[in-house]
């Protein structure tokens, strides 16, 4: 990845049919300052895990501080297992007793699955409530800060409660990623190389010469452009599930042992190398993007069965009635929805893990 030198911040602006965010993108943000553009002086609470907070969270709170705003923290345990509803009743009964109001406002700090739930507690608090994302992975940064989809898991699968809710604001600042873990990194590239796949065939040859905020910025413009065409997942968005069915059938069957983005780069390698072998692919993109995700160190295998995997998905929420929507990519850089009786779900599978 190449070094950052603009310090300056860039701003992209999401304008969906529930209002218009700014999200900014650029290092060393003033949070505080940044959030009184878009909230008057207010009560505000953090929302953090235990391993992102003590890196951070002292820092963030004074920034809100000097801003006007008065601010107290949530943490939760890091990880996908707190991504439930208790722990949404444990953000829940801290709001209450902060005594948050509709005017005041909460703060994600962290990953995906702090922005998550901190938004679904948003959604859902005196029936709504605002808040801001500050991403500090890549993952939450390049994908799900942006979008306003919130929620938990429950046992029977990944995110089947939730809440559509935009956020206020998304700051997202490239310095956070300097203290995450190679594979916490990783996870993230598998949503960067998503995007390529399904809208940016440019990128997927030139993630060596982006900065980490340059490969912000591209991709939430991606994200963006697709939540603004459909805000509530009723056609288009499905598109950026491109990996996502049988990725979420693998973080389930592991126990979310195997983390979200190494499940989407198995997801995709199975769905490309079905969609190659059934004949539906315009180019061969298999071999390609393999190679990128290896070299992203990513996983491109696993060992659960057809049957485990299709059945998995088919608990999850994407299914429709009798059919599956899944992405197909046509060539590097393009992909279209495809929708697939569910009886004909586990064969399909079978064809992307063939050897
Ligand atoms: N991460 C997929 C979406 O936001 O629709």
Known sequence: MAEDTASKSEKIIVNTKSGKYPVIIGKTLNFGELTRDVKDACKVVIVSDDVVFPLYGDAVMKGFSKSGYRVNACIIRNGETSK?????????????????????ILVALGGGVVGDITGFAAAI????????????????????SVGGKTGVDLNSGKNIVG??????????????????????????????????????????????????????KRNIKIKASVVELDE??????????????????????????????????????????????????????LTELTEILKKHKLPVQCDYSSKNLADAALRDKKRSGEKITLVIPKKIGSAELYDLPVEKLESFISKGLEK
Not at 85 to 93: A, H, Q, V
Not at 249 to 259: G, P
């Open 163 to 216: 809440a559509f809710h935009q956020p206020k604001a998304v700051f997202c600042d490239p310095n956070f990623f300097g203290s995450l873990t190679e594979a916490v990194y990783a996870d993230g590239m598998a949503e960067v190389i998503k995007h390529a796949m399904i809208k940016d065939r440019d990128m997927m040859f030139a993630l060596d010469d982006l900065s980490a905020a340059e490969m912000c």
């Open 84 to 104: 439930t509803l208790s722990t949404i009743e444990k953000i829940l009964e801290f709001v209450a007793k902060e005594e948050l109001t509709r005017t005041d």
């Open 125 to 144: 608090y005196l029936r709504g409530i605002d808040f801001i994302q500050i991403p500090t992975t890549v993952l939450a940064a390049v994908d799900s």
């Open 232 to 285: 509530f997942d009723t056609g288009i968005r499905k598109i950026l599930n491109f990996g996502h069915t049988v990725g979420h059938a693998v973080e389930v069957l592991s126990d979310y042992k195997i983390s979200h983005g190494s499940a989407v780069s198995i997801g995709m390698t199975v769905i490309s190398r079905a969609s190659e072998n059934l004949g539906l692919t315009e180019e061969p993109v």
